[in-house]
């Protein structure tokens, strides 16, 4: 904690960046600019790998129907942390299934770090196979949401991060 030039209680900088730093970590902000973008990009995935199994590719439909049951777990379990944050309640369960499934191990942020990383081989896997370009106008607009609700809040934060280290240093 910084203390003001007489050294004698804390900067009110310091009240501020606690809040503001607190609501960068609070459930309703990391599932609404995080959890549930990253949901839509594995919804959009596991849908349009169903049209592109159809009717030929019973095992990349299959996969596609396994996607969507994950994305919508995980969607659900977002929506939950974030319902219950609001309620100022604390979840018993992690943002998403795999996550989940660390709790075994009790690591669940680096099973969350595993499912970071799973969505953006998605997000890739969308880009670079052209899949991109089978979304319909409705999907793709959704698409166009979560991209945005989710670089604009890194961004956010990582500007906020900055300027505080600056200020702070």
Known sequence: ?????????PCACEKETDTIQRFFRRPFF????????FCIFK?????TAI??????????WVFGVLVI???????????????????????RFEYCIIAQAGRIFQKPMVFLAIDTLLT?????AM??????TQLTAYESYLWY??????????SLVTVYNEITLYNNG
């Open 145 to 154: 949401s979560a991209t945005t609700m989710n670089l604009i809040s890194l």
């Open 43 to 47: 919804l959009l995935f596991g849908f």
């Open 127 to 132: 880009l670079w196979s052209g899949w991109i």
């Open 69 to 91: 049951f994950w994305a919508t777990t995980d969607l659900l379990m977002n929506a939950g942390r974030s319902a219950l944050d609001l309620l100022h309640r604390t979840a």
């Open 30 to 37: 990391l599932s609404a600019t995080i959890g549930i973008p």
């Open 120 to 124: 953006f081989v998605i997000v890739c």
């Open 1 to 9: 904690m910084s203390l003001n030039a007489n050294n004698n209680y």
């Open 51 to 60: 049209r592109k199994g159809e009717p030929d590719n019973l095992v990349l």
